[in-house]
């Protein structure tokens, strides 16, 4: 159903992560339910941790699944961040590295005309 919407593919593939995590959190809800079925059949078992990694798990699911959308924007200007940042650092090595060129390029041609390079290490 979600592909014949009018959406773009990019859209499309977000919508269908998102309701996948809703098939995630009914699988957890039947997750519980057997555990407290399990529960009410052998009352003397102490299957309590069980029931309730299940319920925290499904709540949790739950949660993420209301909030997903909302946090869209939050995601986008992380990702426009991160793509900047790496574009800067991109940018910076090409033009250190152009600039580390062309100076050895000056030095070179200096060379044979009677300069003196002197480089002093401080310790």
Not at 28 to 33: I, K, T, W, Y
Request: charged letters at 25%; aromatic letters at 8%.
């Amino acid at each position: 159903m979600v592909w014949m919407l009018q959406m773009s593919f990019k859209r499309k593939i977000m919508v269908s992560i998102l309701l996948s995590f809703g098939v995630l959190g009914v699988a957890f809800s039947v997750a519980r339910a057997v555990a407290l079925i399990n529960i009410k059949n052998n009352p003397g078992s102490d299957d309590g941790t069980a029931i309730t990694l299940w319920s925290v798990s499904e709540a949790a699911v739950a949660i993420l699944c209301s909030c997903l959308p909302i946090l869209r924007p939050l995601f986008k200007i992380i990702y426009e961040s991160m793509k900047r940042s790496i574009t800067s650092k991109k940018y910076n090595r090409l033009y250190s590295r152009r600039a580390l060129d062309k100076k050895v390029d000056d030095e070179k041609s200096l060379e044979g005309k009677g300069h003196v390079n002197v480089t002093v290490d401080i310790v």
